[in-house]
């Protein structure tokens, strides 16, 4: 084969690899946050204060208070935010601001529509590659 053509074929095939790889990278998913703007700024609000540290978010966590996945289903937006205002026995008064508290209950809501835990056993069913179905 003549270089020419030998050159030709590979200034071909070098256009075909780039166009592809900028088609893959064109095509990637765009990364897009799951919180609202205020959901997110209560997510920085409870790391600020470290709540995790007591608390557990789908059963990972601190082990002092109870979990908090559902806590806003459970018992409503107003009982949450007064314990984050005055505390209670056993949690301290942390000291949030009004607007650190409508940020975290803002949270806790975006926590609470994104599943439920604990799971009881006939809300879900583990397949027999263990992944689970869920029905509830
Ligand atoms: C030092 C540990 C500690 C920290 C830090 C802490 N908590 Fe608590 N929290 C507790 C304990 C213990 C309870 C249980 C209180 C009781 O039963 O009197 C509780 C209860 C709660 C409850 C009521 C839960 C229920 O199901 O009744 C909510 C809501 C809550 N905390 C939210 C938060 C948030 C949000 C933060 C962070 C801003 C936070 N807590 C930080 C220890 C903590």
């Known amino acids: 084969m003549k270089a020419k053509r030998v050159f030709f074929l590979l200034f071909l095939f070098l256009l075909f690899m780039f166009g592809y790889s900028w088609q893959v990278y064109r095509a990637f998913p765009k990364r897009e ?7 997110y700024q209560g997510k920085l609000v409870f790391q600020k ?9 789908y059963g990972l966590g601190g082990f002092m208070g109870p979990d908090l996945t559902n806590v806003i289903s459970r018992s409503g937006e107003a009982y949450v935010k007064t314990i984050l205002q005055y505390g209670t026995a056993r949690m301290p008064r942390l000291g949030l ?6 940020a975290v209950v803002a949270f806790l809501k975006a926590v609470d529509s994104s599943g439920r835990f604990p799971l009881k056993k006939d809300e879900y069913k583990i397949q027999w590659y263990g992944d689970y179905y869920l029905h509830y």
Do not use: F, G
């Not at 946050?33 to 959901?39: E, G, I, N, T, V």
């Open 33 to 39: 946050r799951l919180l609202s703007d205020k959901a």
């Open 49 to 57: 204060y470290h709540c995790i540290a007591c608390h557990q978010l």
């Open 97 to 102: 601001t009004q607007e650190e508290i409508e």
